[in-house]
């Protein structure tokens, strides 16, 4: 990412590698309810219209939340939370981690590359990731959307993060764990290209226009506005993945029947369902990860430094 001073030494792709894996997680960790929130207020209305005078069972944000906890415990909100840390660790180690690489390849070294060249960048690490880490985000998708409610007749899915991947597995195959693979590789591309791109160029012109310097209060203003950035651009196909990803074989015929199925069945609107979930998570996603990844890449180069005075003396 832009900024920096000369003399900081240049961290390695292997420590963005590894610091955007960690930044990630720990993202991850802060804000899961919203985004469990956000996929239940995604896949809500697939199945069946709700009866005329019937009110919807899950309502707003925190309204989702409430209804999770009071009917199926605190614990249900992390419902496919180790799932989303394998999704972390092979996600956003690669599409964050190797932004700044793929961006110098590109540009062949320049040291401003043009929009086009970031928004490359982006779109690159965005579907590379896709290709090998797919599996982690139908079984994330899959625990959060089911509901456990015994009294209901309710039950899960799948009894763990194992039994997920086994299960798709046999049931439906090896595609059944790469379903909605294009779906997830158009998402990721636009994604990336709107958080990384927006936070790069935003967090640029702050320290090019001496508003801030290359600190915290920098870091949260670029990523808070990535994440909103990021969610208005990404709700529409989110809500797509998410619905596919979690339909049962033979429900839709592709990413395409999906998207015309919520269409003609309930309206543009259903695109954006969740959209105040999905801001939320992403925009406390994006500020959490981006602050935590530049604190591990500073943490990285001070002890680097500090190996470098240390061998003097040895």
Same mark, same amino acid.
């Given at each position: 990412?832009?900024?920096?001073?000369?003399?900081?030494?240049? &961290?390695?792709?292997?420590?963005?590698? $590894?610091?955007?894996?960690?930044?990630?997680?720990? !993202?991850?960790?802060?804000? $899961?309810?919203?985004?469990?929130?956000?996929?239940?207020?995604?896949?809500?209305?697939?199945?069946?219209?709700?009866? #005329?005078?019937?009110?919807?069972?899950?309502?707003?944000?925190?309204?989702?939340?409430?209804?999770?906890?009071? !009917?199926?415990?605190? @614990?249900?909100?992390?419902?496919?939370?180790?799932?989303?840390?394998?999704?972390?660790?092979?996600?956003?180690?690669? @599409?964050?981690?190797?932004?700044?690489?793929?961006?110098?390849?590109?540009?062949?070294?320049?040291?401003?590359?043009?929009?086009?060249?970031?928004?490359?960048?982006?779109?690159?690490?965005?579907?590379?990731?896709?290709?090998?880490?797919? &599996?982690?985000?139908?079984?994330?998708?899959? =625990?959060?959307? *089911?509901?456990?409610? &015994?009294?209901?007749?309710?039950?899960?899915?799948?009894?763990?993060?194992?039994? !997920?991947?086994?299960?798709?597995? @046999?049931?439906?195959?090896?595609?059944?764990?790469?379903?909605?693979?294009?779906?997830?590789?158009?998402?990721?591309?636009?994604?990336?290209?709107?958080?990384?791109?927006?936070?790069?160029?935003? #967090?640029?012109?702050?320290?090019?226009?001496?508003?801030?310097?290359?600190?915290?209060?920098?870091? $949260?203003?670029?990523?808070?506005?990535?994440?909103?950035?990021?969610?208005?651009?990404?709700?529409?196909?989110?809500?797509? #993945?998410?619905? =596919?990803?979690?339909?049962? &074989?033979? *429900?839709? +015929?592709? +990413?395409?029947?999906?998207?015309?199925?919520?269409?003609?069945?309930? +309206?543009?609107?259903? $695109?954006?369902?969740?959209?105040?979930?999905? =801001?939320?998570?992403?925009?406390?996603?994006?500020?959490?990860?981006?602050?935590?990844?530049?604190?591990?890449?500073?943490?990285?180069?001070?002890?680097?430094?500090?190996?470098?005075?240390?061998?003097?003396?040895?």
């Amino acid at each position: 990412m832009a900024g920096g001073s000369a003399a900081d030494l240049a &961290p390695t792709a292997a420590v963005k590698i $590894f610091s955007a894996g960690i930044a990630g997680c720990v !993202a991850d960790l802060v804000t $899961f309810p919203l985004d469990t929130a956000k996929v239940r207020l995604q896949v809500q209305g697939e199945s069946k219209d709700l009866p #005329k005078g019937q009110k919807a069972t899950y309502r707003g944000v925190f309204g989702t939340i409430i209804t999770i906890v009071r !009917a199926e415990g605190p @614990r249900n909100l992390y419902n496919g939370l180790l799932a989303g840390l394998h999704r972390q660790m092979c996600f956003a180690s690669v @599409r964050i981690g190797l932004y700044d690489t793929m961006k110098l390849l590109y540009a062949h070294g320049a040291e401003n590359p043009g929009l086009g060249t970031r928004l490359l960048a982006g779109s690159t690490t965005g579907a590379m990731t896709v290709a090998f880490a797919q &599996p982690t985000d139908v079984v994330k998708v899959r =625990f959060q959307a *089911q509901a456990h409610q &015994p009294e209901n007749g309710s039950v899960k899915r799948y009894s763990s993060t194992t039994d !997920a991947y086994r299960t798709i597995a @046999r049931v439906e195959g090896l595609r059944g764990l790469w379903k909605g693979c294009l779906l997830n590789i158009a998402r990721n591309a636009i994604v990336n290209c709107s958080e990384l791109v927006t936070y790069d160029i935003i #967090k640029e012109q702050i320290l090019k226009n001496k508003l801030m310097t290359d600190n915290m209060p920098c870091h $949260f203003t670029a990523a808070f506005a990535a994440g909103f950035c990021t969610t208005v651009v990404a709700s529409p196909v989110d809500v797509v #993945k998410t619905r =596919f990803m979690n339909s049962v &074989p033979g *429900q839709y +015929g592709g +990413g395409t029947n999906c998207a015309l199925t919520m269409l003609f069945k309930e +309206g543009p609107s259903a $695109f954006y369902k969740g959209f105040m979930p999905s =801001f939320l998570r992403l925009g406390s996603w994006n500020i959490v990860m981006f602050v935590s990844y530049e604190q591990i890449q500073r943490a990285a180069r001070a002890a680097k430094r500090c190996e470098g005075l240390l061998s003097l003396f040895l």
